[in-house]
């Protein structure tokens, strides 16, 4: 199954400031199939970018996905109150799909 | 709007079989893909397996030899079996549906998620 590792564990900002997010595949991801969810404490995953760059429908454009192959980012190009939760990175090109292990992006 | 909930025991015995029912609204499992996915804090975030519309299955080899999924669409509803459960099964539990048809194992909709713990 493919391995997914992000980075870094924890990232510490200020609103307004910009977040990058890495994911790292251990092998190639089919056909870019990746997604990255939000999750916050006591709530399921939310859906914020798939094909590792469409937007979900609802998200703000302040969130984007790029990436191919094994190296994948989000970025959140300047961070709101809500922006602050645990990211999640998941492919869904191999069975099983797999997620990565969370990036947490705390108040600094 | 697109709505799952998860129900079930918040309690099974070790050696048990775990049974969860995810209900569907505002859709038709008569489309689509519909996911069980876990997260424990020692394990992460899970993906379990799936069932299609038709009923074809996809589970995770980690688990395939004690996962059934089944879907009843007269009552909108899918399920989720897993036998001979022991503490490393306990997790929170997510039913999920995909984005849309032309966007499989998108995992756009997510029920609330449900707490089973494995204890005597």
């Known amino acids: ?52 760059s469409i937007r979900a429908p609802g998200i703000p454009d ?19 109150p809500e922006d602050f939760a645990v990211y999640y990175c998941q492919q869904y090109g191999s069975s099983p799909g797999t997620f990565g292990q969370g990036t947490k992006v705390e108040i600094k | 709007q697109v709505q799952l909930q998860e129900s079930g025991p918040g309690l099974v015995k070790p050696s048990e079989t775990l049974s969860l029912t995810c209900t569907v609204s505002g859709t038709s499992t008569s489309s689509y893909n519909w996911s069980w996915i876990r997260q424990s804090p020692g394990k992460g975030l899970e993906w379990i397996g799936y069932i299609s519309y038709s009923g074809s299955t996809n589970y995770n080899p980690s688990l395939k030899s004690r996962v059934t999924m089944s879907i009843d669409s007269s009552k909108s509803q899918f399920s989720l079996r897993l036998t001979s459960v022991t503490a490393a099964d306990t997790a929170v539990y997510y039913c999920a549906r995909d984005l849309s048809r032309n966007r499989p194992l998108v995992l756009a909709y997510w029920g609330q998620g449900t707490l089973v713990t494995v204890s005597s």
């Open chain 1, 62 to 80: 302040r969130f984007s996905g790029s990436g191919s192959g094994t190296d994948f980012t989000l970025t959140i190009s300047s961070l709101e």
């Open chain 1, 1 to 52: 199954e493919i391995v997914l590792t992000q980075s870094p564990g924890t990232l510490s900002l200020s609103p307004g400031e910009r977040a990058t997010l890495s994911c790292r595949a251990s092998q190639s991801v089919s056909g870019s199939q990746l997604a990255w969810f939000q999750q916050k404490p006591g709530q399921a995953p939310r859906l914020l970018i798939y094909g590792a």
